[in-house]
T-cell receptor
């Protein structure tokens, strides 16, 4: 079974600064996907960024980027130029690429990020 | 694109009654939909995987007779909580994976349904 660990229950960052959220995972799979989802106070889960394990290049989406270290099974999220609207719970998630249990997301426990004005 | 809706957003019911929650993919077809439960300040727990035209696959510990799932079309899945009890009070979230698209593997989430059982 896959496990996803987010070791930072809460973090804060000053507006316009950069923050990095950590995530590690444990799996015996070689092909898989990793995701970061954001859940603001509205509780709507929003996809932030996705990474395919076979791709060595780190995914980026505007102010959001990841540092994917496959050998270390690490998948951190960097938020640049933090904005007040980034305040939310951030969940790291793992998905197997094929086989039994495909498409199922395994979530970490989340990191609560507060952006301070 | 990739919008998922849920209805109702909030529901309050009496103990012993049944409640139906709908999950719709508005601008895409979804062969597979998922139902999650989220307790306050906790992560999402997968309850079941719903496949269009077939029986749902439930996670260990989830009572299939209590949480009935129907995925009758490529855009609609329903979760019925039967004989609800106060311990069923929770936030229920659905998600859907687009079928027939390159990005089949990404799940898009509905806004959730807050169920309160009195």
């Amino acid at each position: 079974a896959q496990t996803v660990t987010q070791s930072q229950p809460e973090m804060s960052v000053q507006e316009a600064e950069t923050v990095t959220l950590s995530c590690t995972y444990d799996t015996s799979e070689n092909n898989y996907y990793l995701f970061w989802y954001k859940q603001p106070p509205s509780r709507q889960m929003i996809l932030v960024i996705r990474q395919e394990a076979y791709k060595q290049q780190n995914a980026t989406e505007n102010r959001f980027s990841v540092n994917f270290q496959k050998a270390a099974k690490s998948f951190s999220l960097k938020i640049s130029d933090s904005q007040l609207g980034d305040t939310a719970m951030y969940f790291c998630a793992f998905m197997k690429k094929s086989g039994a249990g495909s498409y199922q997301l395994t979530f970490g426990k989340g990191t609560k990020l507060s952006v301070i004005p | 694109g990739a919008v998922v809706s849920q209805h109702p957003s909030r529901v309050i019911c009496k103990s012993g009654t049944s409640v139906k929650i709908e999950c719709r993919s508005l601008d895409f077809q979804a062969t597979t939909m998922f139902w999650y439960r989220q307790f306050p300040k906790q992560s999402l727990m997968l309850m079941a995987t719903s496949n269009e035209g077939s029986k749902a696959t439930y996670e260990q510990g989830v009572e299939k007779d209590k949480f009935l799932i129907n995925h009758a079309s490529l855009t609609l899945s329903t979760l019925t909580v039967t004989s609800a009890h106060p311990e069923d009070s929770s936030f229920y979230i659905c998600s859907a994976s687009p079928s027939g698209r390159v990005v089949w593997d990404t799940q898009y989430f509905g806004p959730g349904t807050r169920l309160t059982v009195l």
